[in-house]
């Protein structure tokens, strides 16, 4: 299972940190404010929606497959199921 770490690095802006097979993986994502409301989420730290939606994106994809620079909501345009499961896994 992969290691996740993510670091905020701004109000909106984190780092992540893969670590897979003893391969690392870095990722730059943005979080706008108005994505976490927009989820319904807005209660649950940051940090802990950019963890968890690589969490979800792991089970989907390769480390090398997620782009290394994106903003969070570009994760329903692929996987429709995004919002609805990223909202069960912290309801």
Sequence with gaps: MAQIIVMQLGPEEFRVIVTDAGAK???????PRHARDGLGLRGVPPAALVEESFRFLLER??????????????I????PE???EIRGRFG
Excluded at 61 to 74: G, H, S, W
Excluded at 76 to 79: H, M, P
Aim: aromatic fraction near 10%; glycine fraction near 4%.
């Design 76 to 79: 329903a345009g692929e996987f």
């Design 82 to 84: 995004y919002p609805e």
């Design 25 to 31: 993986h870095e990722h730059t994502v943005t979080l």
């Design 61 to 74: 994809k390769e480390p090398d497959d997620i782009p290394a620079t994106f903003v969070l909501p570009t």
